[in-house]
């Protein structure tokens, strides 16, 4: 198998994705009119920033198997195929229909319900925890979402998906605020 990786969005992947801020953030509270009640010294909530990782980058397996290739996302700079047993999802033509599938039949994988849109972080986290399967048989222009080994959010895009060889992948993935 060879599997080839390159950045196909020319960014650079320090850019930070911010959430909408909590309801506790957007009140803001009427300090100075406390009638006599005691105001609270603690600072209004931050919004969680989600920070990138990498991506988009274009992952390219040049052929499947059967099994799938093994791909890890939970390295610093792009995903690693053919990554045994530290792998977060597989990639092949099994049964001759492309698909996608987390280890140990783990919910983390979830399909992206609008094609036209990219998702947020927030919102793959969202699509992981209500529609969470453990495979996808795949087609090309879905998207998907995936929650790694480490607490991590991914986009998957399917680019191309044959039915035997290779196939290419845009994948992007962000750290958790809590990490």
Same mark, same amino acid.
């Given at each position: 198998? =060879?599997?080839? &990786?390159?950045?196909?969005? @020319? +960014? +650079?992947? +320090? ?17 100075? &009119? ?24 274009? %992952? ?7 099994? @799938?290739?093994?791909?890890? %996302?939970?390295?610093?700079? &792009?995903? %690693?195929?053919?990554?045994? +047993? ?9 049964? #001759?229909?492309?698909? =996608? $599938? ?6 983390? =994988? ?5 094609? @036209? ?9 969202? $699509? ?14 879905? &998207?998907?979402? %995936? =929650?790694?080994?480490?607490?991590? /959010?991914?986009? /998957? ?10 196939? /290419? #992948? ?10």
């Amino acid at each position: 198998m =060879l599997v080839s &990786q390159s950045n196909s969005s @020319g +960014d +650079d992947g +320090d850019r930070n994705v911010e959430s909408a801020p909590t309801s506790a953030a957007r009140s803001g509270g009427d300090e100075g &009119q406390g009638g006599g009640e005691t105001q609270s010294s603690a600072p209004p909530a931050a919004a969680e920033t989600w920070e990138k990782v990498y991506g988009p980058v274009k %992952l390219e397996v040049e052929k499947t198997d059967i099994s @799938g290739t093994k791909i890890d %996302l939970d390295t610093p700079k &792009q995903p %690693l195929a053919n990554a045994g +047993d530290g792998a977060d999802f597989s990639f092949g033509a099994e049964f #001759l229909d492309p698909s =996608l $599938s987390v280890p140990d039949d783990a919910k983390y =994988l979830a399909p992206w319900p609008d094609p @036209g849109t990219a998702p947020t972080p927030e919102g793959c986290m969202d $699509s992981v925890d209500t529609n969470g399967s453990y495979s996808a048989t795949v087609k090309r222009g879905e &998207q998907y979402c %995936l =929650l790694t080994g480490e607490g991590r /959010i991914a986009h /998957i895009k399917v680019r191309t998906a044959p039915d035997s060889g290779g196939g /290419i #992948l845009d994948v992007t993935v962000w750290e958790s605020p809590d990490a």
